[in-house]
């Protein structure tokens, strides 16, 4: 069933990418255009700035007038823009938040403007007022995490006598997402767990305790140096980090270097990631992170225009999921989109040759 849903949710991706391409150029000049607000979640990640201008170019492609506004990971700020969004009297809102369920009154302003709203890539919860989700399968992105440290650390071949150490960590508690890469992962690790081959001396293995918030890398590193310094001082040795996100992937990866991993005998944990961002890449060819997670924003990026574009035109949107995405107030349709996972071996055919990123940006 969910296989059905996905080749549904692919092929209608790739039906209206086709239908970008041949009838773009003529929509762009033809009417139905309008003023679409664009609010992304900060300006300071990589990832947003590439799906906010992804957005925003291919509506203005279309001949659409975009408000693109970045929230500097504030609550208040996002609010405030929705606010202003609403009152230009946009026509449709794509939003990415901060805190998925602290936006209930905007949302509900909108709808009262008859103002479609999209959940970009973050499901936007406990609001009837949320009409479409566009993302990527984040269950699927967990399950995929999972898969990194099965691979990377060869945990088929594990034993019990001598068991796989690793740290869990997790995403930031108010976003969604982080629930489905949580128990992707978690369900992907559980028979290595119930075998005993795979082991968490912290004993912290809870969402709600391995959680970090804003997905701080900063405050993941400082929960990496108390971790190591309260249960790897004797001869305990860490193997591999559980990573939902780049950027805690390389602070704990420092964490680790400050106490000695990374030197001769004691090699860095394997740790996998989320993003692809080009530091990770970086650090991927230069054999320190292990593998990220590639969600390209340009996939999401066309899937929302075309979705916006079908909506602005009085279309209605089909072959989207109806079953998975409940946001504790209704099921939101949504379009997910497949992630894949990088490590050394594919970073020149997925990265490269795709253009994701150049070989300048990545200092090659
Ligand atoms: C999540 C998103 C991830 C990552 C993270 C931190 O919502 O799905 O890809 O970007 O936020 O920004």
């Known amino acids: 069933m969910k296989y059905m849903q996905k080749m549904c949710a692919v092929s209608v991706f790739l039906l209206v990418a086709a239908g970008m391409v041949f009838s773009g150029g003529q929509r762009a000049q033809s009417s139905g255009k309008g003023l679409i607000g664009v609010v992304m979640p900060t300006r300071s990640e990589e990832r947003w700035n590439k799906d906010g201008n992804a957005v925003k170019e291919g509506l203005e492609k279309l001949g659409y007038t975009v408000d693109l506004q970045f929230s500097d990971d504030d609550i208040p700020t996002q609010t405030r823009q929705i606010d202003d969004m609403i ?34 890539d973050r499901l936007l ?60 992962a978690m369900d992907r690790l559980k028979p290595y767990f119930d075998r005993g081959v795979l082991r968490v001396p912290s004993g912290q293995i809870d969402r709600a305790v391995i959680g970090t918030l804003r997905w701080d890398a900063a405050e993941a590193q400082k929960r990496m140096e108390n971790l190591l310094s309260a249960y790897y001082s004797g001869n305990v040795v860490l193997n591999g980090i559980l990573s939902p996100y780049d950027p805690i992937s390389l602070s704990t990866l420092e964490a680790c270097k400050a106490v000695g991993y990374g030197t001769p005998g004691k090699p860095l944990p394997l740790v996998g990631g989320q993003d692809c961002i080009v530091a990770s890449v970086k650090s991927i060819l230069a054999g320190e992170q292990y593998a990220t997670i590639l969600k390209d924003t340009r996939s999401l990026g066309a899937a929302t225009v075309e979705l916006v574009n079908t909506i602005m035109q009085g279309g209605t949107p089909t072959g989207l999921d109806t079953t998975s995405y409940n946001n504790g107030a209704k099921i939101v349709p949504s379009l997910l989109l497949d992630s894949v996972i990088v490590t050394k071996d594919n970073v020149q055919k997925d990265v490269i040759d795709t253009g994701y990123h150049t070989r300048a940006e990545l200092g090659l």
């Open 87 to 120: 009152t230009k009297g946009v026509k449709v809102l794509v939003i990415a938040s901060i805190d998925g369920g602290a936006l209930s009154n905007q949302l509900a302003n909108a709808a009262a403007a008859k103002i479609p709203v999209i959940s970009y």
């Open 125 to 184: 919860m406990q609001s009837p007022n949320v009409d479409y989700y566009v993302s990527f399968d984040n269950y699927k992105v967990g399950v995929q995490m999972g898969e990194i440290l099965v691979t990377g650390l060869k945990l088929d071949q594990a034993t019990a006598a001598n068991p796989v150490i690793v740290e869990l960590f997790a995403g930031s508690p108010d976003d969604n997402n982080s629930v489905g890469f949580y128990q992707g």
